[in-house]
């Protein structure tokens, strides 16, 4: 003890003392002598301790992460096995830290570690811990004193600020310390009712950065933002964002004929706390996501909710031959399902599993998710292969998850979406059974499945395309229908629509594996030719089998989602497996947007035909008309019969209009037949009559297809393979 009474610990433990580590101490020591007399001296008065030459006392251990504090940063991690922890401070680019603090056992609570360190300047540095323990991998023990570990409660992480620029040989992940300077002001959340939404699903870099996207920030979310007037003018009201948390493009690079080949997708999470910073226009370095969130708060004032594409299933430390940057050092047995002999559990199908359901990385979870909607004021999340999330540290699926009951009921979760993809990579499947507490919606597979192979004109799905129309009743009880089913024929994952009808079979070559990844069970059709053809009749088919698809989505119960540039028919080129293509193939181009502006036309029209009618998206009060909130109308009025053959149906939506006064009601009718056939109407009520809204069958030009016209008399003729929509309007 010195004569002032406080410890002075000795870096040099375990042999890493080394002239380079003295000279960095020192020199940082020169760096707080020039701030003479800061705030911080002050506050480093109440020190218990001076660690590597910096002042220190007991942390925050309630605060996770490093946070800010009056004259310092408190450092929190938490391990159930390490017998050791200690900080390592870097300066920034640096590999080799400058400092080295261990953290005393007394500042040590139950298996947390939190230290407040005094006298730094969070501009200055960059931080990792590194521990020790057992180390058995037959028993899920992996604790290396040697390994760099990044914080798990990072806010920002350094090493891959620039798309694609691998780090040099040998660089470890580091955390920032971030301090939050955005103003939120009087922001209030949207707040659209589930069955309102018409989400729109992309991906922040490939939005904006092919060249014809004319954004002056191409690949960023500030590009993103730049393209507020053309989502407002398409006229939907979410965008879902493919991952944006802190991920590892590079984590597979490879070249395949040329071709550089990436992660793109981004379901590979390096840190859950941080958002992605080669999405940012700028470097931000230490504040907190301010790009992301003016994004966030500006689409919000415009009526845009967001949505963040979540992917707590798995990590990008794959399985044992996978990276070691994080988890897999700090309580691997913990964090990950292992098999009886220290493997991995492969649920996710890319290497680990999170074992989502201990408390500790169910706690985990919880707290990254209330940071997202309290920190960044997101609307809602869709959980990436979320049967995962509903398995025990056996891979067992439970009953009722603890995981899903805890986000279900959280206070600071309690009024964002909640939306799982009820599937994952082991084989489970719970469209309609995902365990919910009327809290959860799901991705509806069996809506995009059952209304391809409707649309084609397969036999035997008529019923089927009618309940997934209706809502999708034979999944979802009454009390949930309406906030249960996300409706999608198109999404990342697969072809887009303008793929759908024009290749028979994917088209994944340029991916390198053969043509063999990829889903198989597409229940696409070309209409004729496979791909690019210059056949008039083949074209116009596909445009009217695209407008079918969007009328029929559009006029279905439930919230309504569909992939970016889908409105102008963004191609790429069949493959339906696109996780790697960071170029034209998954790029939008936006010069499509131009080739096909009646399309584009067509979709913005759509939409607002669904925005005018409330019981296109859920059930209003009764019609004073007496008709039944639903009612089938196969061909002839009133008829709900089908069969194998019945390609054609017809479907009354009736309530009350958005006034609660008038009665609204839509008819939609189908006619998935290459023949025509003729629809008979319900008798309107004295005074009305039906009006004709959208027909793609050929009565309209193609770019007309929404011209309205009055109907008289209680028959239509529906072409080959077209759809009409009719409202009921004054006579």
């Avoid at 960059?126 to 992996?142: F, H, N, S, T, V």
């Avoid at 989602?561 to 069949?574: H, K, P, T, V, Y």
């Avoid at 936006?590 to 502006?597: A, F, T």
Wanted: aromatic share 12%; hydrophobic share 35%; proline share 5%.
């Amino acid at each position: 003890m010195n004569n002032s009474g406080v410890i002075c610990a000795d870096l040099n433990d375990g042999g890493m003392k080394n002239q380079n580590r003295k000279n960095s101490n020192a020199d940082n020591r020169d760096i707080r002598e020039e701030n003479t007399k800061t705030e911080g001296e002050e506050f480093a008065e109440g020190a218990t301790a001076v660690i590597a030459g910096f002042p220190v006392r007991p942390g925050m251990h309630l605060l996770n992460g490093a946070n800010t504090v009056p004259g310092g940063v408190s450092f929190t991690v938490h391990s159930f096995g390490a017998t050791y922890c200690e900080l390592c401070l870097f300066r920034r680019g640096e590999q080799e830290p400058y400092a080295i603090l261990p953290f005393p056992e007394s500042f040590r609570i139950g298996h947390t570690y939190s230290m407040i360190v005094f006298g730094l300047d969070i501009r200055e540095f960059e931080y990792a811990y590194r521990m020790d323990g057992p180390y058995d991998p037959q028993k899920g023990l992996l604790f290396d004193r040697r390994k760099y570990l990044l914080d798990p409660y990072a806010r920002a992480v350094t090493g891959q600020s620039t798309w694609g620029r691998k780090q040099q040989p040998g660089c470890t992940y580091h955390a920032r310390v971030v301090e939050d300077v955005f103003d939120w002001g009087n922001f209030c959340d949207p707040h659209i009712p589930f069955q309102d939404m018409i989400i729109y699903e992309t991906h922040v870099r490939g939005f904006t950065k092919h060249r014809s996207s004319g954004t002056e920030h191409p690949g960023t979310f500030a590009g993103l933002l730049e393209k507020l007037p053309y989502l407002k003018k398409l006229g939907i009201n979410a965008v879902e964002l493919m991952p944006i948390f802190e991920f590892d493009e590079l984590a597979e690079e490879r070249t395949f004929d040329g071709e550089k080949l990436l992660n793109y997708w981004g379901y590979n999470t390096v840190c859950f706390f941080a958002p992605n910073t080669s999405y940012t226009a700028a470097v931000e370095y230490n504040r907190e996501g301010t790009e992301l969130k003016r994004m966030i708060r500006t689409l919000n004032e415009n009526g845009i909710e967001v949505i963040l594409d979540v992917v707590l299933n798995h990590t990008a430390e794959g399985d044992e031959r996978g990276p070691f940057f994080s988890f897999k050092g700090i309580d691997n047995q913990i964090y990950y399902m292992l098999t009886p002999d220290g493997k991995y559990y492969n649920f996710s199908g890319v290497g680990n599993t999170l074992n989502c359901n201990h408390p500790m990385v169910r706690q985990f979870i919880l707290d990254c998710l209330r940071y997202w909607v309290v920190e960044y004021r997101v609307d809602g999340f869709r959980f990436d292969l979320a049967s995962i999330l509903g398995r025990d540290e056996d891979g067992g699926p439970l009953e009722e998850p603890p995981l899903l009951e805890s986000l279900a009921f959280d206070p600071i979760l309690g009024r964002v979406k909640l939306i799982a993809e009820a599937w994952d990579a082991g084989g489970l499947y719970q469209v309609g059974t995902f365990p919910a507490w009327n809290r959860w919606a799901e991705w509806n597979g069996k809506y995009r499945d059952d209304l391809r192979r409707f649309l084609k004109g397969d036999e035997g799905m008529a019923w089927a395309a009618i309940q997934r129309v209706c809502g999708s009743r034979d999944l979802y009880p009454p009390d949930k229908r309406q906030n249960a089913s996300v409706n999608f024929l198109t999404c990342h994952d697969g072809f887009t629509l303008h793929d759908l009808y024009a290749y028979n079979h994917k088209h994944n070559e340029a991916n390198g594996w053969g043509n063999t990844d990829g889903a198989n069970d597409n229940y696409s059709w070309n209409c004729g030719a496979e791909g690019e053809t210059d056949d008039a009749s083949v074209l116009a088919l596909r445009d009217k089998m695209r407008r079918n698809a969007f009328a029929v989505l559009l006029c279905s119960r439930g919230a309504a989602m569909f992939l970016a540039g889908d409105e102008f028919c963004n191609s790429q080129r069949g493959n339906n497996n696109a996780y790697c293509q960071d170029n034209e193939i998954s790029w939008l181009n936006w010069n499509d947007l131009e080739r096909h502006s009646d399309m584009f036309r067509f979709v913005a029209r759509m939409i607002a035909l669904r925005k005018a009618h409330p019981v296109l998206r859920g059930q209003t009060a009764p019609a004073s008309c007496g008709w039944p909130d639903l009612s089938i109308h196969n061909g002839k009025a009133w008829n709900d019969v089908t069969d194998a053959y019945t390609r054609q149906i017809g479907i009354l939506f009736a309530g009350k209009a958005e006034d609660g006064k008038k009665d609204d009601a839509v008819f939609l009718a189908v006619n998935a037949h290459w023949e025509p056939h003729s629809q008979e109407l319900p008798d309107p009520p004295p005074g009305k009559r039906w009006k004709m809204t959208v027909n793609t069958g050929s009565a309209f030009s193609a770019g007309e297809a929404c011209q309205e016209s009055a109907v008289e008399g209680t028959q239509i003729q529906l072409e080959g393979r077209s759809t009409i929509v009719l409202v009921l309007d004054e006579r």
